[in-house]
């Protein structure tokens, strides 16, 4: 049984900067590919970062260079540095979890909200 806790979310102002942690239990955090995911008010979930087993890392295109997706072994836990938050950043965040021989994300933690004000 895996569960996620994420933490680290709040209200900010434009250019601030947090860090959210994602706390992974109930299976070995190193057969898992690790991502988050960000949900703006009204529209989808969509993913800005990925970290794979090995420590391959992806961004969106409209994170790249901002954001920065990190996993520490010996503490189970998935980070997501946030630099230069915009206001589009707003939203809720959800760290999620994949097996790495699934192509789904199909564990997801109950997320953290993220204001960025103007």
């Known amino acids: 049984q895996v569960e996620l806790a994420e933490s680290g979310g709040g209200l900010v102002q434009a250019g601030a900067s947090l860090r959210l942690s994602c706390q992974f239990y109930?299976?070995?955090?190193?057969?898992?590919?690790m991502a988050w995911f960000h949900q703006a008010p009204g529209k989808q979930r969509d993913m800005v970062a990925e970290i794979s087993a090995g420590g391959s890392t992806t961004y969106a295109d409209s994170v790249k260079g901002r954001f920065t997706i990190s996993r520490d072994y010996a503490k189970n836990t998935v980070y997501l540095q946030m630099n230069s938050l915009k206001p589009d950043d707003t939203g809720v965040y959800h760290c999620a979890a994949r097996h790495y021989s699934t192509y789904q994300y199909n564990f997801w933690g109950q997320g953290t909200q993220v204001t960025v004000s103007s």
């Open positions: 109930g299976a070995t955090f190193g057969t898992y590919i």
